[in-house]
C-alpha cells in the first residue's frame, strides 16, 4: 500500500470547471512534487514544495495552481483546462536525501479527463 | 545535462527466464541513478538506487542492478523472471550533488511482458 494519498482517483471535467486535486503524505516529508504523465510516457517535473515553500516551477501554465496548505498536504487547482491536459498526475514526496537525490515516494495518482 | 536512455521498448521473456533491462546514463558528475517500476493504472514504485556506496545494487522483488562507470550502464536484472513481474520500468538519474534539491530525469520507459 503506497503511503501518499491521492485523490480523487478519477476525474472527468470540462474546460470551464475549476477543481482540484489532493495529496496526502503522513512520512513526515518536508517535500512533495507534482508530475504529469501523459500515456505510454515517462512522468514529467511539473512543482516542487520545500518545506511548504514553492521551490521548483517547471514553467507550466498558470491554468494549473498548486498549493501546500500543511507539511502533509499538496493540492493540485485546476481550471480552464484544455483536452491535452488529459493525463495521469502523479503526487510524490520525499525526505530530505531524497529532495537531493531524488528518491521519491509516489502515490497512486489522479487520472484527469478534459472534455 | 543529466540523462538516460532506456535501450528497447518493449522486453518479452518467459516465465523463469532472465529478464534484462538495460539502461545507459550521461551525467558530468557522479549520479545518482534509480530504478522505478511502475504496475497498470498505479503509481511509481522505486526498485533500487545507486548512490555511490556499492557498485551492485539490490532491490525489491529480487531485481538488481549493477553500475558500471567505465560503460555508463545501470543495467536491471532478474534471474527467474515471475507473471508479476509485468510492468513498465523506468531507469532514473539526478543531478543531486548532496547539498541541494536534485531534478530526477526519466528515461523512456520499457514495458515488460512475462509469458507463462
Known amino acids: 500500500d503506497t503511503e501518499v494519498t491521492q485523490t480523487p482517483k478519477h476525474l472527468v471535467m470540462g474546460m470551464t470547471n475549476k477543481k482540484s486535486l489532493k495529496c496526502e503524505q503522513h512520512m513526515g516529508h518536508r517535500a512533495m512534487y507534482w508530475y504529469k504523465q501523459k500515456a505510454k510516457k515517462p512522468p514529467e517535473l511539473m512543482f516542487v514544495y520545500s518545506y511548504e515553500k514553492l521551490s521548483i516551477n517547471e514553467s507550466v501554465p498558470s491554468r494549473f495552481s498548486p498549493e501546500c496548505p500543511n507539511s502533509s498536504l499538496l493540492n493540485l487547482h485546476l481550471h480552464a483546462l484544455q483536452p491535452e491536459d488529459s493525463a495521469l498526475y502523479l503526487c510524490a514526496s520525499s525526505h530530505r536525501q531524497g529532495y537531493q537525490s531524488g528518491e521519491l515516494f509516489f502515490g497512486e495518482g489522479s487520472r484527469l479527463t478534459v472534455l | 545535462a543529466q540523462s538516460v536512455t532506456q535501450l528497447g521498448s518493449h522486453v518479452s521473456v518467459s516465465e523463469g527466464a532472465l529478464v534484462l533491462l538495460r539502461c545507459n546514463y550521461s551525467s558530468s558528475v557522479p549520479p545518482y541513478l534509480f530504478w522505478y517500476v511502475q504496475y497498470p493504472n498505479q503509481g511509481l514504485q522505486l526498485l533500487l538506487k545507486y548512490t555511490s556506496a556499492a557498485t551492485l545494487v539490490k532491490g525489491i522483488n529480487g531485481f538488481e542492478a549493477e553500475f558500471k562507470k567505465s560503460e555508463t550502464s545501470f543495467h536491471l536484472t532478474k534471474p527467474s523472471a515471475h507473471m508479476s513481474d509485468a510492468a513498465e520500468y523506468f531507469c532514473?538519474?539526478?543531478?543531486?550533488?548532496?547539498?541541494?534539491?536534485?531534478?530526477?530525469?526519466f528515461g523512456q520507459g520499457t514495458i515488460l511482458t512475462v509469458h507463462p
Open positions: 532514473a538519474v539526478s543531478d543531486g550533488d548532496g547539498t541541494s534539491y536534485g531534478k530526477l530525469t
